[in-house]
Structures are given as structure tokens and as C-alpha cells.
């Protein structure tokens, strides 16, 4: 699968002619729901080749314990991942085999001390990009609304003001030689309208020298916190998700729909049966007169 899945990644590269940061909102919405889209349709396509349904997840009955278990989350923070987010993070576990449901942002990574890992060719050659620059691994892209951004803040003469950096508790920190560390002091600068902008996450097994004594636990508390929210709640469960715009079979999205609202509700995911073979009607049509017959 792991092949077929690169098609994907292919198909992601290509871009209407435009730059990112020359696409307005709609164009860069566009491209998202493109990308998301072809990675569901080529998961439902692989497991409809093979003749094995259940490699999509939303084809298999799963219970709380293991939706729980799976869901994607990140080993930097403990946070799970949830709604479209997980949709797609799921399907990538999928097409690419992982094992595990571990993703973070290469930033997260890079704390822990850990790089991305370089793009290999079948014969294990580095590969380049089109303008001849090393390439990397390629992630899930993740998009969010910006409002605005933090800038450091400049004093009238220019200069970078700063301030003495805080730790944790809100004590002032101090370097080994007992000097004051410094950092900028930065202000919230909103732009004109909100952009739509993305951030990447990569599958732990994308790094090197990613150490996973370091990773944190799952921490589904915020998970129960919305569950209990939902139990008396319920029609929030009816919010739209980014799901329902995707350009994709509406039986497989009404089951994605499902998928979420079982995690999000804490229960049981069932799948729907739903009777589409004409044959297979007139067949329980004819069992049915002749019970009514025998019973007569």
C-alpha cells in the first residue's frame, strides 16, 4: 500500500499555478479540500482493489476502547488530535502502514532533538526537489485560521525591546553564570481579514534520533471533558465538519460524519448497512411471500 500511497503525495504537489502566499482564502481552501480529498478517494480505492474494506476505517465496526487507543495525537504535547484532523490522520496511517499514531510538528520534533529525515528514491539515493534542493518526507498538512501575528516590539529609536524571560512557575531565569536571560517582547499585530494558513504533521517514524522515552502520554482528558458536554448537549454533535466538503462519495462521507460522532460522543462506531443491490431486494421480497404463503 505503501506504493500505491505515493500517489498521493504526488498528486499534492501539484498546484494550480499559484504560490500559497499568493492564493486568496477560497483558492487555498480549494486546494486543501483537492488534497484531502484525493487522499480519502485513494485509501477507498485501495481498499476496494484489494478486497479488503476494513483497510478504510470507516468500513469496520470499532469499539470505544480501540477508537480511543488509535486516535492520532501528539508525543510532544499528549494533545489528540480531533475532527477532520484526525479524519486525515487516520487515513495516512492507513496508506502509509504506521504502527503507531504518533504525529508533531517538526518544530516539536526539532525540541526533542530530533530531525526530519530525507527523501529516498527506490534505491535508497537522496532525492532533490525541482530546483535541486535536498528533499524531505513529506507530512499532513494542517490548515487554521490566522488572525494576526506576534512581532517583536521596537522602541521609537528602533530597537528590539525586551524583557527578563519567566519560567513555568513565573520565576525570572537566569543563565549558569547568574545573568539575566533576556527575551523580545512581542505584540499581537491582526491582519486586515483572517488567512487561512497550514502547519505540517509528520509520523514519529519521519525523524531521526527521535526519542521515544521522551514522548508524553495520550491525554484524553479534554476528550472526556467534551464528551460529557456532548451527553447533554447532543445536537452539538450536529456541527459541520470539513468532512461534509469534501468531493468524495456522500456514502463515505455520511460514514466519516459517524466515525466523528462516535469519538466525539464516546461510543461505540457501528457501520451502517444499507441495501443497495436490486437482486438482493427482489431475493428478500421472494422469501417474504413465500413465509407469508407457508404461514397462510
Known sequence: MAKKAQKITQNEEQTIGVKWDEMTNAQKN???????????????KIAREENKPELAFWNKNTNLEELDKTAPYSPATGKVYENTTAI?????????????????????????????????DENGKEKLTANGKTAYVKGVKIPYIEKGKWVPQVDKNGNTVQVQAKDKEGKLKFDENGKPIMRDLKE?????????????????????????????AKDMNKVHQKREYFAKNPEALNKTEMVNSLTINSKIIEKLNNFLKSFKAGKNYEVVKQFKDKNLFKTLDMKAKKQSSISM
Open 30 to 44: 480549494e486546494s486543501i479540500i483537492r488534497s484531502y480529498s484525493a487522499k480519502i478517494g485513494l485509501l477507498n
Open 88 to 120: 486525515m490522520l487516520r487515513a495516512e496511517m492507513a496508506l502509509k502502514g504506521y504502527e503507531s499514531n504518533t504525529f508533531l510538528t517538526m518544530e516539536e520534533a526539532n525540541k526533542m532533538g530530533a530531525t526530519l529525515k530525507k527523501e529516498l
Open 188 to 216: 499581537f499585530i491582526p491582519h486586515k481579514e483572517p488567512i487561512i494558513e497550514t502547519t505540517t504533521l509528520y509520523h514519529s517514524s519521519q525523524f531521526n534520533n527521535l526519542d521515544p522515552s521522551k514522548f508524553k
